[in-house]
């Protein structure tokens, strides 16, 4: 039987797509330092445990992917994402992106800006389509339209998170049937996944690992919980491609919106910065060296070339992150790291722990890790 949640979980729910203006919270850095730390400062890892390095198919897939899946941001700033899905250049997207305006501009992969026009939006399921003429005849993703997903499916989540673009995110189906209501929006039949979402997410497509299928549209999150939540595509494309056959007219207000342009949801200056660590730990852990260097800050970068910073990591097989635990540092975020790593030491595979500590902050208005120290510690 379906299971319902009680509607008592609302408050602790928040829309992963909420504006990310709350990026810009951090104001005024004060410069940082970057102490000298060894190698072992600069490991990552991927925030899920138990998760295998991303293989050559999923690489494949990532890579296909990523020029579908735009950046939205409306009239006043906020932002999140959304995917083609057609051959008209529509995208599909969270109605709480896009609430109550007409006019979004869109952001490629390549960094250009292109004007859309939200062409269907519904008012009790966040679902929306954005047309966009100059991707006109471009070749959509793939779409599951039937077949549901299963526990345990592995899964890839596009999106830009705190407006980090081009962001992919692993995990695996984690529940079923999830419902929920966060005014004026009925979730029903989610998918529960445990790949990190965060605000900028919302709308972005979710995507089958093995398949390259996108199966859902990542919707929700569970507040300062590793939970996300996802609409299952089947149960929406109908709806969307009226739309797309027959553009309305005019859009409906929609009230209570929980993240809409206007009302975003924006996360503390601590969440951001325990997502950026994780994100850091996750390119890391899937060899995505230029993006785990593009997130620390320049004075970090100019003490550490990005030759230096990836020979780093050498001789590390895999870490785990087993602990992560964030504090407000004035302006600024510390980020305490404890790691286990495991090693290949003159061909000899050792397994130690260390203590990483992170000062996280923004530099020219992006959440960077702007500077970090390490040390082993007994097991």
């Known amino acids: 039987m379906k299971r319902k949640w009680m509607i008592s979980i609302i408050l602790s729910v928040i829309i992963a797509g909420a504006g990310v203006s709350g990026v810009l919270y951090l104001q005024d850095m004060m410069p940082a330092k970057?102490?000298?730390?060894?190698?072992?400062?600069?490991?990552?890892?991927?925030?899920?445990?138990?998760?295998?390095?991303?293989?050559?198919?999923?690489?494949?897939?990532?890579?296909?992917s990523q020029d579908r899946v735009f950046q939205i941001t409306a009239p006043n700033g906020e932002q999140g994402s959304g995917f083609l899905y057609n051959e008209k250049g529509d995208l599909l997207t969270n109605a709480h992106v896009v609430a109550n305006t007409r006019e979004v501009t869109i952001t490629t992969s390549d960094s250009k800006e292109l004007s859309g026009e939200v062409i269907g939006i519904s008012t009790n399921t966040d679902v929306a389509v954005v047309r966009v003429p100059a991707l006109n005849e471009n070749a959509p993703l793939p779409l599951e339209r039937e077949n549901k997903a299963e526990m345990l499916d592995n899964v890839l989540a596009l999106g830009s998170p705190l407006g980090l673009q081009n962001t992919v995110t692993t995990g695996e189906i984690t529940g079923l049937d999830r419902e929920f209501d966060i005014a004026p929006f009925e979730y029903r039949g989610l998918y529960q996944i445990s790949a990190p979402i965060q605000p900028g997410n919302s709308g972005g497509p979710l995507i089958?690992?093995?398949?390259?299928?996108?199966?859902?549209?990542?919707s929700a999150k569970l507040d300062k919980e590793g939970i996300g939540f996802s609409i299952p595509?089947?149960?929406?494309?109908?709806?969307?491609?009226?739309?797309?056959?027959?553009?309305?007219?005019?859009?409906?207000?929609?009230?209570?919106?929980?993240?809409?342009?206007?009302?975003?949801?924006?996360?503390?200056?601590?969440?951001?910065?325990?997502?950026?660590?994780?994100?850091?730990?996750?390119?890391?852990?899937?060899?995505?060296?230029?993006?785990?260097?593009?997130?620390?800050g320049s004075s970090w970068q100019g003490d550490n070339s990005y030759e230096n910073f990836r020979q780093g990591y050498s001789n590390t097989l895999s870490v785990k992150v087993d602990d992560l635990i964030p504090k407000q540092s004035g302006k600024n975020v510390q980020v305490t790291a404890f790691i286990t790593v495991e090693e290949n030491i003159s061909g000899e595979v050792e397994i130690k722990k260390y203590?990483?500590?992170?000062?996280?902050?923004v530099e020219n208005d992006q959440i960077k890790i702007l500077s970090g120290k390490g040390e082993e510690v007994s097991s």
């Open 233 to 296: 595509l089947p149960d929406i494309l109908d709806l969307v491609e009226r739309w797309s056959e027959s553009p309305m007219e005019s859009l409906p207000e929609i009230q209570d919106t929980v993240g809409g342009p206007g009302e975003g949801y924006n996360t503390t200056p601590v969440d951001q910065a325990t997502y950026i660590v994780e994100y850091f730990y996750e390119s890391i852990n899937q060899g995505d060296f230029v993006t785990a260097y593009s997130l620390i």
């Open 355 to 361: 203590k990483l500590n992170y000062i996280v902050g």
């Open 34 to 64: 970057l102490e000298e730390a060894s190698a072992l400062v600069q490991t990552s890892n991927n925030d899920q445990a138990d998760e295998e390095p991303v293989t050559r198919e999923e690489e494949e897939i990532i890579e296909e």
């Open 208 to 218: 089958d690992a093995e398949t390259g299928h996108v199966i859902g549209i990542n």
